[in-house]
């Protein structure tokens, strides 16, 4: 399995660099990794089927928990199947869909890539290895939808879908974590066999939370659709793959992985009732307002997606085998439509629906295609599509039975309403483009290459024979895959269950459906009136808040980062008066006793006015060499205070030091004019209460550290060793060059520097084309 | 382990500096000399490295003065792991330097300084001593004085100025702090300081301390919001010292945490909240401010700020596992941001502006480097396997273990917001066509120049990004040696009984 999943990863990275060995190899190569994967997997089914679950596991990064631990059961099956089966036909469409393209190359290796991350995501067993592919997914899909990336609205579509799936990727990398560190682990299947953990365990809210978050953003759930339909700015074989038959359900794939476990918690069903009921509806009759093919396909998607989440949310062994079967019914038509809607893009340059008409004459296998797949999509009996309406049907009309009648009534309803406008939307673009008759210039068209019109044909007779001869899929794929889900096996899918309610309904929306498509033609002014509601669409919400976001981002940013140093000065000195404020008050201890304290010398109180008032001429002064003479008369007096306290040594050093500043000072200044006043008294009357009451708070720090005891072991290490071991009389000296030399030598080396900067600030000057 | 060598990795960068500064105009020979140097010194701090991890910590006495009466400096997982790290960039920007910077620069010793800055970096993560600590962020401030100003461009001296004030403020509170500490107990000596500091009854000063200690450090580590003066300057200099500076200078800040508050102040419950609170603010204003600049160099600078909130965080926690998430961080986002710092400089080489608005098409243009820097891009997101996402997972676990969810929060914000700058930044540089405009007269451009030059311009990151893409796909072995420096960090005994008792001397 491990080997399955980097294949492509392998292909992606090796291919392009071998393809000028063999160029005429180039398509040959890249169609056989999804085609050989397809295959192995499918030697896979027998076991399946007999009820193994295959497993693989590989240490990687053991310390953190996160291991290649691999599970092939039912589900993941039946996704492989799909992401490779799929892939193939894709990979074939696209060697004869951008031919000649010069990057090719680049766009066969992240579609490798993309589909090895899929692969990954379903075969994953620990959600913290899905998050990995799911990342990787998210990626490989920016890279794909930013292909055409001269254009800047792919640019924009790609960010817009990284943006929003991005979200959801960390909301389950969140998830993934709270799974394993207050759950205990984050192997999915441990995680559904005990449910219980999930539905009462530690922060379960939060994680079912952040999985609909993770599921919705991915699986385009209202509010977060609106990534997808622009997403459709990607190549077609992009839109096909990647955004509407497989990475889209991985959102869906998650919701059914953690669905054994939470089936049945209140939060779980109503949420993804209600949700992916709103979101299928919602669509399916946005669909009916757009004119663009691939438009109506991305809103049809949506809905899709919305009815999967709908059935998930219903959680019934019903619901779960008609989501199961919808899956597969969805990825062919869809897949279908979007190839075939690529070959038209691609023949007449246009995907209009309101301009196409009558291609059949042109090319006949495609339109036969096409309108298998909107037959499909419409459910009609025979077509694979109603074996999948019916079983919806069923699931919905499941809660009259039991007594639900409301619910089931409103939930049949929901569901009725999103088909008949699915079926329109099938129709439009299915059979319209090519009934009716031909305008002109569409004559001289003709039939694309095989490589082209062939893929879509293998999509629709598969819609065809899957819809004869449902158990080709039973089980093998559909029965394990419920039994992955904690179902036993329903019964056997069927073609015909008689006339019943549920074979009503097919023919009421059939009906209503091909009444509101030959009732409401596509046109632009529909689409007009749906523009009128654009003010308050999701998407216009998401693109004007994230335009007030950056407002306040920039009103944020520029309001601590103004550009002037004193107000980072002040801002930094608030802080720090604040948080020793409010530890002050805490616990104020302050053990200064007053009167020692006042029992001062003459000459102690003598220096003292001495130094406040070469404070005072410092701070006030106008000119520059005066408030350097300040500072110099306040150091004398530090200095005299160590003489008076024994300290003859320091004081020597320090006078030496001061004098030597003053001296540089005087120099270098000298030149300067005075100074500038450019602040008002406002903020100097700030600037002086909190540069008193800093001061205030220094002075308490220092009378508290002057009371406190010092231990002196180190001092009298150094006054007891100065002779005896260092051989030196003064201790300060000793202190300087022996007990702490490093410290003296490493201050030799920043005046050094500091020389370096001088000179080369006084010399230095680039000339201008020199910069940088 | 020979003690010596801890010695090696801060001596041999002075003799260096000094050999280079013997060659003041010899600007040929200072670049062989500085690549030649740089790579000796990673060996020599690779050296150390595995030493140290093969036989436990290791101290050395400056002057052979028994602990805690000399300077002792002290070699541990965390220690030796930063020193062989700044070793690394400091290769990579030497040989960046060597293509990038300018003749008139390295006339007026840029190169000495530099390797200086190196050592001032080296001496600081090594140091097991409070005071010697401050010499070496003396260092530290002075030589990247120096360099911020080397050339004397009015931008760069605006920046200087913003740089050196309010670094030289978290100097004196610094250097305030350590005054405390000393009264309090007497020592300078970390270990000597740990043990002490418990038996201290004035509680109040020993918070006061702390307190003091966080502004300091804060400042340096550009923690909210004290970080103004990482923004002022940060896009002022020559890239290669952008590319030092963003990947080192604030990582000593972080440093000086980890050691201080889990040393000295590993009890203090009002730190913790006060770093966690920081952290989370930190990584949203870093966030919103990058998300607004044009200018590539400014981006990545707030993106430094962004990601010290993912660091500082996990010392807020103060868990083990957020230790590991935040040494694990610390590993991959020196390596990245040097990095990123470098790539800015090659864009502004190939197309003569770093402004988003300019740039763009260099898909079209050179795809390969195009993909060479999707690496340091796509490792900065942390898009898995790549190095950024390793460390997420035990920040996350570490946030929910505490049950912190204004954490988790602010790191899903910080990676979402992350992920679309950088997804942002690659539309404007890779994917955009070219704008129109013409780059400054006279700008000698990426393809004008020789191909050796062209050579040195890519071969540091080259280098550095396969550090990352190490860091990235052998994550096994960096979470183990993340982890060990977690436990080394959560019980310091071991720390202490090595520079206290070391071998010989029995402890007590």
């Not at chain 1, 009725?416 to 002109?440: E, Q, W």
């Not at chain 2, 050592?119 to 600590?133: C, K, Q």
């Amino acid at each position: 399995m491990l080997t399955a999943v980097l294949s492509g990863f392998v292909a992606a990275l090796v291919l392009p660099r071998v393809m000028h060995v063999l160029p005429r190899l180039q398509n040959l190569l890249w169609i056989a990794v999804p085609l050989g994967l397809c295959a192995w997997f499918a030697t896979k089914i027998p076991a399946v089927a007999r009820g193994e679950v295959l497993r693989e596991s590989v240490a990687w990064v053991p310390s953190l928990g996160v291991n290649l631990d691999f599970v092939i059961d039912g589900l993941s099956l039946l996704f492989a199947l799909m992401i490779t089966g799929i892939g193939s036909l894709v990979f074939i469409y696209t060697s004869a869909y951008m031919k000649g393209h010069r990057e090719l190359d680049k766009f066969y290796a992240y579609l490798s890539m993309f589909m090895a991350s899929m692969l990954g995501l379903v075969l994953a067993d620990g959600l913290m290895l899905m998050f990995v592919f799911w990342e990787l997914t998210s990626i490989s899909s920016f890279f794909l939808i930013g292909f055409k990336n001269s254009e800047e609205a792919s640019r924009k579509s790609a960010l817009t879908a990284l943006a929003v799936t991005g979200v959801g990727g960390m909301g389950l990398l969140a998830a993934a974590v709270i799974a394993k560190s207050a759950m205990g682990t984050d192997s999915l299947e441990a995680l559904s066999a005990s449910g219980e953990i999930l539905r009462e365990g530690p922060l379960s809210g939060l994680l079912i939370a952040l999985v609909f978050l993770a599921a919705f953003t991915k699986s385009a759930q209202f509010p977060f659709h609106f990534w997808l339909p622009g997403a459709m700015k990607a190549p077609t074989p992009v839109s096909t793959y990647l955004h509407s038959a497989t990475m889209v359900k991985a959102g869906i794939f998650l919701l059914l992985r953690f669905s054994p476990g939470l089936n049945g918690a209140p939060l779980w069903n109503d949420a993804l009732m209600i949700v992916g009921g709103f979101t299928m509806a919602y669509a399916a009759v946005t669909a009916l307002f757009k004119t663009d093919m691939k438009s109506i396909l991305a809103y049809t998607t949506i809905s899709a997606l919305g009815v999967l989440t709908f059935l998930i949310g219903i959680g019934t062994s019903a619901a779960l085998t008609a989501a199961l079967v919808f899956i597969l019914v969805h990825a062919t038509y869809k897949a279908t439509l979007f190839l075939v809607t690529g070959i038209v893009d691609h023949e007449t340059g246009t995907r209009d629906v309101t301009a196409l008409r009558g291609l059949r004459k042109v090319m006949m296998p495609v339109a036969a295609a096409a309108v298998i797949a909107a037959l499909s999509s419409a459910g009609l009996p025979l077509s694979f599509g109603f074996i999948g309406k019916d079983l919806i049907y069923e699931s919905t009309l499941e809660f009259w039975g039991n007594g639900a009648l409301n619910l089931g009534l409103v939930l049949t309803a929901v569901a009725l309403i999103t088909n008949v406008f699915l079926l329109h939307a099938g129709f439009v673009v299915g059979i319209r483009p090519f009934s009716g008759k031909m305008p002109d210039r569409f004559s001289d068209l003709h039939l694309p290459s095989p490589l082209m019109w062939v893929p879509p044909l293998i999509l629709a007779v598969l819609c065809l024979l899957f819809g004869l001869v449902p158990a080709l899929l039973e089980s093998g794929i559909v029965h394990p895959s419920l039994a992955a889900l904690g179902f036993e096996a329903e019964p056997a899918l069927k073609l015909w269950h008689g006339f019943n309610t549920v074979l009503l309904l097919s023919g009421v929306t059939l009906a209503l459906g091909t009444a509101v498509y030959f009732a409401v033609r596509p046109s632009e002014k529909l689409e007009a009136a749906l523009d009128r509601w654009a003010h308050i669409s999701p998407e216009t919400v998401f693109r004007k808040g994230s335009h007030l976001f950056r407002l306040f981002s920039r009103k944020w940013t520029l309001f601590f980062q103004n550009g002037y140093l004193r107000y980072y000065v002040l801002m930094i000195l608030i802080v720090l008066t604040g948080l020793i404020g409010s530890r002050m008050s805490g616990a104020i201890d302050l053990n200064v006793n007053i009167l020692t304290l006042l029992n001062l010398s003459a000459y102690e109180i003598a220096i003292a006015i001495l130094l406040i008032i070469g404070i005072t001429v410092t701070v006030f002064t106008g000119s520059r060499l005066t408030a350097v003479l300040g500072m110099g008369v306040v150091g004398y007096s530090i200095c005299l205070f160590f003489v008076f306290y024994s300290a003859p040594d320091l004081a020597m050093t320090q006078f030496t030091i001061d004098t030597l500043t003053v001296i540089l000072f005087v120099l270098v200044l000298y030149r300067l004019p005075r100074y500038l006043k450019l602040s008002d008294m406002r903020s100097r009357a700030r600037d002086w209460v909190i540069a008193s009451v800093f001061g205030f708070m220094l002075t308490l720090i220092a009378l508290a550290a002057v009371e406190e005891g010092t231990n002196r072991e180190t001092s009298e290490y150094y006054a007891d060793n100065a002779y005896l071991l260092a051989k030196g009389k003064n201790i300060v000296n000793v202190i300087l060059v022996d007990f702490r030399g490093t410290d003296t030598m490493v201050e030799i080396v920043v005046l050094g520097v500091a020389a370096v900067g001088v000179f080369s600030l006084l010399k230095l000057r680039l000339k201008k084309p020199d910069v940088k | 382990m020979s003690p010596q060598l801890i010695f090696w990795p801060v001596l041999f960068q002075l003799l260096l500096a000094v050999a280079l500064l013997f060659l003041w105009r010899k600007v040929q020979v200072q670049r062989a000399v500085s690549i030649a140097g740089s790579t000796v010194a990673v060996v020599l701090s690779a050296a150390l490295f595995t030493l140290t991890l093969r036989d436990g910590i290791g101290t050395v006495q400056a002057g052979n003065w028994p602990a805690p009466f000399g300077i002792a400096l002290v070699s541990d997982t965390l220690s030796s792991l930063l020193v062989l790290l700044t070793s690394l960039a400091g290769l990579a920007v030497s040989v960046f330097s060597s293509a990038s910077v300018t003749g008139a620069r390295l006339k007026f010793g840029y190169f000495p300084v530099f390797h200086i800055l190196l050592m001032g970096l080296n001496g600081a993560f090594l140091t097991g001593d409070l005071f010697n600590l401050y010499v070496w962020f003396e260092v530290i401030i002075i030589c990247s004085f120096v360099l911020i100003t080397l050339g004397t461009e009015r931008k760069q001296l605006e920046g200087a100025v913003k740089y050196f004030t309010l670094n030289m403020l978290a100097s004196i509170i610094f250097l305030t702090a350590i005054a405390v500490i000393y009264g309090l107990t007497g020592s300078l000596n970390l270990a000597d300081i740990s043990i002490q500091i418990a038996a201290i009854e004035n509680r109040f000063l020993v918070e006061i301390a702390a307190v003091l200690f966080f502004v300091g450090f804060g400042i340096k580590s550009a923690v909210f919001p004290l970080y103004f003066w990482l923004p002022a300057s940060y896009h002022t200099p020559p890239d290669a010292v952008s590319a030092i500076f963003g990947g080192l200078l604030t990582k000593v800040g972080v440093y000086a945490y980890l050691r201080i508050f889990t040393l000295i102040f590993a009890g203090d419950a009002f730190i913790r909240e006060l770093l966690v609170t920081a952290a989370i603010l930190t990584i949203v204003s870093g966030a919103l401010g990058a998300l607004i600049q044009n200018n590539l160099r400014k981006v990545f600078s707030y993106l430094i700020v962004c990601h010290i909130g993912f660091m500082i965080v996990g010392i807020g926690l103060g868990t083990e596992t957020a230790y590991a998430g935040t040494v694990s961080y610390l590993i991959h986002d020196i390596v990245v941001k040097t990095n990123l710092f470098l790539v800015a400089g090659l864009i502004f080489r190939v197309k003569g502006s770093v402004s988003l608005r300019d740039i763009g098409g260099l898909y079209k243009r050179y795809p390969w480097l195009s993909l060479l820097i999707a690496v340091p891009l796509f490792s900065l997101v942390g898009i898995p396997p790549l190095s950024g996402f390793w460390p997420k997972i035990s920040l996350f676990g570490a946030a929910t273990e505490t049950r912190s969810f204004w954490v988790l929060g602010a790191l899903i914000f910080g990676s979402v917001l992350t992920l679309i700058i950088v997804a942002k930044v690659w539309a404007a540089a890779v994917w955009k066509e070219p704008s129109g405009k013409n780059p400054p007269v006279k700008m000698v451009l990426f393809d004008q120049i020789s191909k050796e030059r062209r050579i040195l311009y890519v071969l540091p990151i080259v280098l550095l990004s396969l550090v990352s893409l190490y860091i990235g796909f052998g994550a096994e072995h960096i979470q183990e040696i993340a982890g060990r420096v977690a436990a080394d960090l959560i019980n310091p005994d071991a720390y202490i009984e090595a520079v206290l008792y070391p071998a010989g001397k029995s402890s007590p």
